[in-house]
């Protein structure tokens, strides 16, 4: 028996309520999910932390899966307050864990209501969009690890892309988990020095990313990961001669 598509309102009934609360979220949330948030509540947050720690990671993450699944603002202060609250480690695992979880659920959700019906769209048509996804199909896994390493494209769009041209649930995952951990390891990183920031009552530096010593490391690792697509690249126009 052949299993019937669910009604087109069904499908699309996730997307519009993470954008309802998306929208909801960065009218009520934008002044409360922030850094001077963090550093005002800083003492009751790490009172309650030793007090409650596994209650204080469990919610921290989902708070953070929540943050961008909703796409609501405030993710870099989450990603802090994960340095700040468990130090480098676990708070890194704590951030990248609970990102690509968040990342996953918008993903799902577009390609429930969008995905499928844009990727059969764009495998009937023919043109430049086309030649894109094909070659993006192609080498999902560089291109996507490439991408989240050095992001050149907001976060919430790199979740809905790669949804609506049809890319594997597993490559999109493992992709965002491992090319986020860099950049999250990071400021996870100025998020553990916190402490002494508040201290001298100064500002994190969130412009630390473009610091040479730690876009130059990113750079190389993101050619390094793009070099299986150049060397299929010629390897096909080796055999073509």
Same mark, same amino acid.
């Given at each position: 028996?052949?299993?019937?598509?669910?009604?087109?309102?069904?499908?699309?009934?996730?997307?519009?309520?993470?954008?309802?609360?998306?929208?909801?979220?960065?009218?009520?949330?934008?002044?409360?999910?922030?850094?001077?948030?963090?550093?005002?509540?800083? &003492?009751?947050? +790490?009172? @309650?932390?030793?007090? *409650?720690?596994?209650?204080?990671?469990? /919610?921290?993450? =989902?708070?953070?899966? $929540?943050?961008?699944?909703?796409?609501?603002?405030?993710?870099?202060?989450?990603?802090?307050?994960?340095?700040?609250?468990?130090?480098?480690?676990?708070?890194?695992?704590?951030?990248?864990?609970?990102?690509?979880?968040?990342?996953?659920?918008?993903?799902?959700?577009?390609?429930?209501?969008?995905?499928?019906?844009?990727?059969?769209?764009?495998?009937?048509?023919?043109?430049?969009?086309?030649?894109?996804?094909?070659?993006?199909?192609?080498?999902?896994?560089?291109?996507?690890?490439?991408?989240?390493? &050095?992001?050149? +494209?907001? @976060?919430?769009?790199? *979740?809905?892309?790669?949804?609506?041209? /049809?890319?594997? =649930?597993?490559?999109? $995952?493992?992709?965002?988990?491992?090319?986020?951990?860099?950049?999250?390891?990071?400021?996870?990183?100025?998020?553990?020095?916190?402490?002494?920031?508040?201290?001298?009552?100064?500002?994190?530096?969130?412009?630390?990313?473009?610091?040479?010593?730690?876009?130059?490391?990113?750079?190389?690792?993101?050619?390094?990961?793009?070099?299986?697509?150049?060397?299929?690249?010629?390897?096909?126009?080796?055999?073509?001669?």
């Amino acid at each position: 028996m052949e299993q019937t598509q669910p009604p087109v309102w069904r499908q699309r009934t996730p997307v519009l309520i993470i954008a309802l609360v998306a929208v909801i979220g960065a009218v009520t949330l934008r002044d409360f999910l922030t850094f001077e948030t963090l550093r005002d509540n800083r &003492m009751a947050m +790490l009172a @309650f932390r030793d007090d *409650n720690f596994l209650l204080t990671a469990v /919610g921290f993450v =989902l708070i953070y899966i $929540a943050i961008v699944a909703f796409s609501l603002p405030g993710a870099t202060a989450a990603t802090l307050t994960g340095g700040f609250l468990f130090g480098v480690f676990p708070g890194a695992l704590f951030n990248v864990m609970a990102a690509t979880i968040g990342a996953v659920v918008i993903f799902m959700a577009v390609r429930a209501g969008f995905g499928r019906a844009m990727a059969a769209k764009i495998d009937a048509s023919d043109g430049r969009v086309k030649r894109l996804t094909n070659a993006i199909r192609a080498n999902e896994a560089p291109v996507l690890f490439s991408l989240r390493l &050095m992001p050149v +494209l907001p @976060f919430f769009v790199m *979740n809905v892309i790669p949804a609506l041209i /049809g890319v594997r =649930l597993s490559v999109f $995952a493992a992709t965002t988990f491992f090319g986020i951990m860099p950049g999250g390891i990071v400021y996870t990183w100025v998020g553990s020095g916190l402490g002494e920031v508040f201290a001298r009552d100064e500002t994190p530096n969130l412009g630390i990313i473009f610091e040479p010593q730690i876009i130059g490391p990113l750079l190389g690792l993101a050619a390094l990961s793009l070099l299986p697509v150049v060397l299929k690249k010629f390897s096909r126009k080796g055999s073509l001669e």
